[in-house]
């Protein structure tokens, strides 16, 4: 158990973000999608640690700063 915890704890020390300089209409014009699905599926990422965002920017990676 103590491995896996060292291991999780390298993997996000390793981790890298980054910073996309984009509102969430931007973003999914970008994607062919739209900004409500962009939001939701953001939404779902911040509630579990993936990205964390701002008013600007959007940051996807490393949560905890």
């Excluded at 984009?22 to 640690?49: D, F, P």
Aim: proline fraction near 3%.
């Amino acid at each position: 158990m103590e491995s896996l915890i060292d291991h999780d704890r390298a993997m996000r020390e390793r981790a890298s973000s980054i910073t996309l300089p984009l509102t969430q209409a931007e973003l999914a014009s970008l994607i062919g999608s739209s900004r409500e699905t962009v939001e939701r599926i953001l939404r779902g990422w911040r509630q579990r640690g993936i990205v964390r965002t701002a008013y600007r920017p959007s940051v996807i990676g490393t949560a905890a700063s």
